[in-house]
C-alpha cells in the first residue's frame, strides 16, 4: 500500500462511529470528574495545612496563657506541677511561630504548584517541559521539606513537649522515650524522602528527558 | 465566559469532532477500561481548555493539542497507576463500542500505530487526519523542519510494513 491508501483506510473510519457515548451523561461526568479533582486537591491541602495552622494557633494560646494568665486562675490546673517561667512561655510561642510558618511554607508550595497545573501547556513540547518542571519541583520539595517542613515542626513539637513535661515534673525516662520518637520520625521521613526521589522522580525525569530528546532531535 | 456558554460550546466541539477524540483514546489505550478512563480524561480537559481557547488556531488543531498532551500525561500516569487500574476493570464504562462490520486493514493500522513510540504515534495521528506541517509543529512545539524529517521516516515505515504484511489483506 503506497500512503494514499493507508490515508483511505483511516479515513474509512469517519463513517462509522468508534464507539457511543450517551450525550446526556457526558455533562454529568465533566462535572463530577472536576469535582473529584477538586475535592482530592483541597483535601490535601486542607490537611496539610491546617494540622500545622491549628497545633501553632494553640501552642500561641498557651503560650499567652502562661505569660500573662493569672498565677491564681494557672494554679487551679491539676498537670501544672512546676511554677511557670518566662522561658516556658517563651518557648511555647517560638513553637506556635515555628508551626504558623511550616502552615505557611505548606500552603504556599501547593498553591505555586496548583497554579501550575491549572495553566494549560500550548504544545506537547510545553506539557513536557512542564512535567519536568514538576518533578523538578517535587524534588526540591522532597529536599527541601526538611528544612522547611520538617525540622520547624519537628523543633515545634520538642519545644511544645519540653514545656509541658517540665511543667507537669515527668520523669526522666519520657524525656528519652519523646527524643528517641523524635529522632526516629525524623530519620524515617529523612529516608522515606531521600527513597520517594531515588525509586520514584529519578526515574520519571529521566523518562520525560528522554522523551524530550525524541522529540527535538528529528533524526530520533 | 460563564458556564452556559463553556457547556455550549463542549457540546458543538464534541458533536462535531468526537471522532478525533475516540482515534486518540484507540491510539493510545488498549482494554476497554483505559479508553473509558483516558476518553473521560480528555474530555475533562477539552472542558477545562474551553475558556483558554482564543481562536488563534483551528479548533481540531486546538482539541489535537489538548487529546495529544493529555493522552502522553495520562500514559505516563497510567503506567505508575496499572495494578490500580487492572482492579477497577468490571467498573461500568461510558464508552460502547458499537457493533460494526470487522475491518482488518483499520486494525493492522492501529495496530501498527499502537507499535510507534509516543511521539511517532501523535506525529502520524495528525498525519492521517490531514493537518499541516505547521500545524503538526505548533501542536508539539517543534520545527517544521523537524516535523518533516519525522514524517518521511514514519511514512517510509509504514509502507515497508504494508508490503511486508500479507495477513490483513493489504
Redesign the interface.
Known sequence: ???E???G??D???K????????T???E??RQ??DD?HRKTAVRHAIETIVNAVAGLVTLVLAGCLAWGDPAWLATFSWLKASVSPWDAAALFLAGVAWLFCAAYMWSARRRQIQREEN?????????ER?LAHVAFRIRIARDIVWWGLIPAWFAAGLFVLVLFRLQQAPSWAYWVIALLMVGTFVTIQWWQHYAIRK?YEP?RR??ES?RA???N??? | MDEHEQ?QT??EW?ARH??LI??V??AYAFTPHD?DDL???I???V???IP?FRGSSAVTTWLY??A??TA??WM?RER?NRDRTQALDGSEL?????T??P?P??DW?YEQIARL???DR?LTLLL???LSYREMA?????TE??VG??LNRI?AH??KQ??ENTTYE?
Not at chain 1, 462509522?16 to 450525550?23: G, S, T
Not at chain 1, 494549560?120 to 513536557?128: C, F, N, P, T
Not at chain 2, 505548533?138 to 517543534?142: Q, V
Open positions: 500500500m503506497n500512503f491508501e493507508l490515508k483506510v483511516w474509512s473510519q469517519d462509522e462511529p468508534l464507539y457511543v457515548v450517551p450525550q451523561a457526558l455533562h461526568l465533566v470528574r472536576r479533582e494549560l501547556a500550548q504544545s506537547i513540547r510545553g506539557d513536557l512535567a520514584f520519571r523518562e520525560l522523551l525524541k522529540l527535538t528529528p533524526e530520533a | 457547556q463542549f457540546d464534541l468526537r471522532g475516540f482515534k483514546v484507540r479508553q476518553f473521560q480524561e474530555i475533562t480537559q472542558w477545562n481548555s483558554q493539542r489538548v495529544l498532551n502522553l500525561a505516563r505508575r461510558v464508552l460502547e463500542t458499537p460494526r462490520a475491518s486493514r483499520l493500522l513510540d509516543h511521539v501523535s492521517l487526519d490531514g505548533e501542536t508539539l512545539g517543534i523542519s523537524n524529517v519525522k511514512k509504514f509502507i504494508s508490503q493489504l
